[in-house]
């Protein structure tokens, strides 16, 4: 079993904020791979979504205990389903990144991520796979970090934000069902 998530903010004002494109990439990879819907399970403080890839059960979860505290509700499920840490995989957003780039990682610090930051804590642990979004434009440059991820992209923006997601779908399906290096080969 694997288990994919994607963070973000659960308040409809957060949709189409570049802190949610861990939300946006699931809801993706839950249509594209035929996934059941997104159902609230508050036992986990997570939206959930089940599947099956190659005969392999997969978990999509977006967690609702916003960003910054997102470690209490991956806590749960990783409790709950006793996945091992080599079948994690986290969705996010990254200042560091030029819009349109991804890059997945192992065993990696939080990187000023406040909900990495958060499940760190919680496992006690950053070895698990990451999938990091760039986010980075030029108007990063002129605003606090920490506003910049709270705003909405523009339209122009959103079309490379859908490639983007698009390809960081692929790239945890990937992930689920192959050789982590070689899929870090692949994108980064």
């Known amino acids: 079993m694997k288990l994919i998530i994607g963070l973000g903010n659960p308040d409809k004002q957060y949709q189409k904020t570049w802190h949610n494109l861990g939300f946006l990439t699931l809801d993706y990879f839950q249509q594209e791979y035929d996934f059941g819907n ?16 190659d ?27 006793k996945t091992n840490l080599k079948d994690i995989i986290v969705v996010h957003d990254d200042i560091d990144l030029l819009l349109g780039k991804i890059r997945i990682t192992t065993d990696s610090s939080a990187g000023g991520h406040n909900g990495v930051k958060s499940i760190i804590q919680n496992l006690k642990t950053q070895s698990f796979v990451r999938i990091k979004i760039g986010v980075k434009t030029n108007r990063l440059a002129k605003v606090n ?32 069902t192959s050789s982590i290096q070689e899929v870090m080969n692949k994108y980064n």
């Open 55 to 81: 005969g392999d059960k997969i978990i999509l979860a977006k967690p609702q205990t916003y960003m910054n505290n997102s470690g209490q509700a991956v806590g749960l499920i990783i409790k709950y389903f």
């Open 145 to 176: 970090p920490a506003n910049y991820v709270l705003e909405k992209y523009n339209i122009l923006q959103s079309i490379k934000v859908k490639e983007n997601i698009k390809k960081t779908t692929l790239a945890a399906y990937e992930v689920a």
């Open 38 to 53: 997104f159902k609230l399970e508050n036992k986990f403080k997570s939206q959930i979504s089940t599947g099956n890839i």
